[in-house]
């Protein structure tokens, strides 16, 4: 009998199901199951429909059946910093905010009346960024207090679906160290800064350890499905999730996890709560193992996608990047962190405007936009190296880059020559393949980490890009 393992991976725009088993010890994925995601406009406020995500992960489970593949285990992993709130009938308070709402504009400094920004960040070591969950909540706590009031529980949104499918409540580490509220020390909570900031201490459960059982599905929902599965938690952050499934042997791996956001760091042992590192708005976001990420988010794939949006989708991203090589020479370069590209109405406009801002030449082609966008990323990429280099006291010879965007190879090219450093790129599926790597090795399918990144290495296609 093959024993199968089953990722449930969702990104911000779709997610997917991904079973995994061993073949003359290699891991093999099979995808059985996609879906659609995005945030609903609604008031002019964004949401995310938690009982269409929640049907759409049971479909899939159900798929699972269907094939005569049922898994042993399955795991849940999502974006960070989104949670639900739970009163005491474990029903959920008011809507389930998206990450990109506008509700968080000014919480900032509403956070920074009570702590300081220097010290929130020696506290915490995590960088910031307006939709981190420490301003969600203060914009509940601010504009929505009865919520606040009622709430008994906060689970973050993988946990929220984990306690539905098995009636338990876990509350993981490496996406709780997201909220900017975890002590990197302690790898817990920090309740006295939680205490501070007026927040419901009683919310917060422990934290738990990527790899931890959570239990069997409910029969309520073993009824549903069709059968009894496990539950294990996987690093729930997906970044967490992919930076497990970096093909590599050492401890000295610089990479980008690229997809919607581009995650470029290193992995530490130790939290680099530095004022030189919070000055580069670096951040340590717990992984697997107690590893910290240090790194910077940058905007990542978020701004073509848009673009290629925008288009109604007329054009492959594919088609995109050969549009962009053939302007390769357009000079304009625009911040691709800055505020205005995180969601505008209209990218291409936001694009433009910083163009006209900034006096530079306006992008007015397809091609020209897809140019100005792909190289400015390639450019943020490089000025990233240099800080991580400055930062870690270290020199780095590749950059590794995991998930989707490891298949951009136009992006890659870029990488390397703006960078002047060899570019690995692969695997493609590196959140899922992370997530299912946390169950195997609960499972004893691998020893550690380093046994089952050795395995993805001899798994998947890698494929390397010389610096020029």
């Known amino acids: 009998m093959t ?3 089953l990722a449930v991976d969702i990104g911000a725009s779709s997610g997917r199901h991904m079973l995994s088993h061993m073949e003359d010890g290699k891991m093999v994925l099979e995808e059985i199951y996609r879906f659609e995601n995005g945030m609903d406009i609604i008031d002019g406020h964004r949401y995310w429909n938690t009982d269409r995500l929640f049907a759409e992960i049971k479909n899939g489970l159900k798929k699972a059946k269907e ?26 308070c ?3 905010y998206g990450y990109r709402d506008s509700r968080t504009t000014g919480m900032d400094e509403e956070v920074y009346k009570i702590i300081p920004e220097t010290e929130l960040y020696a506290r915490t070591g995590i960088q910031k960024q307006i939709f981190n969950t420490i301003y969600q909540l203060m914009a509940v706590k601010t504009q929505e207090p009865e919520v606040l009031a009622a709430a008994e529980t906060m689970l973050m949104l993988p946990d929220y679906f984990h306690f539905l499918l098995t009636g338990v409540k876990k509350q993981e580490y490496t996406n709780a160290t997201s909220t900017q509220l975890v002590n990197p020390h302690t790898n817990d909570w920090d309740y006295e800064l939680i205490e501070k900031l007026g927040y419901p201490t009683k919310m917060f459960l422990p934290v738990t350890k990527p790899g931890t059982v959570v239990g069997d599905f409910t029969d309520e929902i073993a009824a549903e499905i069709g059968y009894k599965c496990k539950v294990v938690l996987p690093a729930t952050h997906d970044t967490g999730s992919a930076i497990m499934a970096l093909p590599t042997q050492s401890d000295d791996t610089l990479y980008i996890s690229s997809g919607t956001w581009s995650l470029m760091g290193v992995e530490n042992k130790e939290a680099v709560c530095t004022p030189e590192a919070q000055a580069h708005n670096f951040t340590n976001e717990g992984g697997y193992d107690y590893r910290f990420r240090f790194l910077k988010n940058i905007m990542g794939l978020w701004m073509i996608q848009q673009v290629r949006h ?3 989708d007329g054009y492959s991203f594919a088609e995109l990047c050969d549009m962009a090589e053939a302007e390769k020479d357009f000079p304009t370069r625009v911040d691709v962190n800055d505020v205005s590209f995180l969601a505008p109405d209209n990218m291409q406009e936001a694009v433009r405007e910083y163009a006209r801002k900034t006096d530079q030449q306006v992008p007015e ?11 400015s990323l390639a450019q943020s990429y490089a000025k990233t190296v240099k800080e991580i280099e400055e930062l870690t006291g270290k020199h780095y010879e590749a950059i590794n880059i995991v998930g989707g965007g490891s298949k951009a190879k136009y992006l890659n090219e870029l990488t390397a020559r703006a960078t002047g450093r060899k570019v690995i790129a692969g695997p493609g599926e590196g959140t899922a393949i992370g997530n299912l790597m946390a169950q195997m090795i609960t499972d004893g399918v691998f020893k550690d980490l380093k046994d089952a990144r050795a395995c993805v290495t001899v ?5 390397e890009e010389e610096a020029h």
Do not use: C, H
């Not at 049922?70 to 949670?83: E, H, L, Q, R």
């Not at 798994?459 to 494929?463: E, G």
């Open 365 to 375: 082609t397809t091609g020209q936009m897809a140019a100005v966008i792909y190289q």
């Open 67 to 92: 094939l005569g593949k049922v898994p042993v285990s399955m795991g849940i992993d999502t974006w960070a910093v989104d949670y639900v709130l739970l009163d005491k009938n474990d029903v959920p």
């Open 459 to 463: 798994s998947f296609d890698i494929t």
């Open 310 to 312: 925008e288009l109604n």
């Open 3 to 5: 024993t199968y393992y």
């Open 94 to 96: 008011g809507r389930t």
